[in-house]
């Protein structure tokens, strides 16, 4: 889908080919109609629990956590380490990130990314955000 991105046109495909190449993530699916904007992009994105859990053991015994402490660190490591995909992304970009499953089956953590230029101010990204985390829990 191409977004209006300041004063030029992005294509959300090559967002997403950018991220999946250079990071750790996986694109499930583009969210960027469901923003209901033209100039937003937003992914589901996701990331496996092997490689939280080899960043995690560095600092704790994963299995003296409880499960609740445990999915407490995931979705924070998860939403940590997917602010670097900020460093793939167009110059003037402003970014959320929200994770909001742990998904035992798929062994990964779901989150909600999204992205637009600066003009367009954190404010609305975030309503933007609380309406695409609507939809997909």
């Known amino acids: 889908m191409y977004v209006v991105f300041g004063n030029k046109v992005i294509d959300s495909k090559e967002i997403k080919e950018t991220i999946e190449k250079n990071t750790e993530f996986k694109i499930l699916k ?22 939280l859990n080899e960043m995690l053991e560095e600092e704790f015994d994963l299995n003296e956590l409880t499960e609740d402490e445990l999915f407490e660190e995931y979705l ?3 939403e940590e380490i997917a602010t670097d995909i900020e460093e793939y992304l167009p110059e003037e970009s402003i970014l959320d990130i ?7 089956s798929d062994n990964d953590i779901k989150l909600v ?16 955000m609380k309406r695409l985390v609507t939809q997909v829990e």
């Open 113 to 128: 990314m999204a992205l637009t230029h600066e003009e367009v101010g954190e404010g609305k990204l975030k309503d933007v």
């Open 76 to 78: 924070t490591l998860a």
């Open 98 to 104: 929200k994770s909001y499953k742990w998904d035992p």
């Open 30 to 51: 583009d969210m960027s109609k469901g923003s209901k904007r033209e100039d937003i992009v937003a992914f589901n994105i996701s990331v496996n629990i092997d490689i």
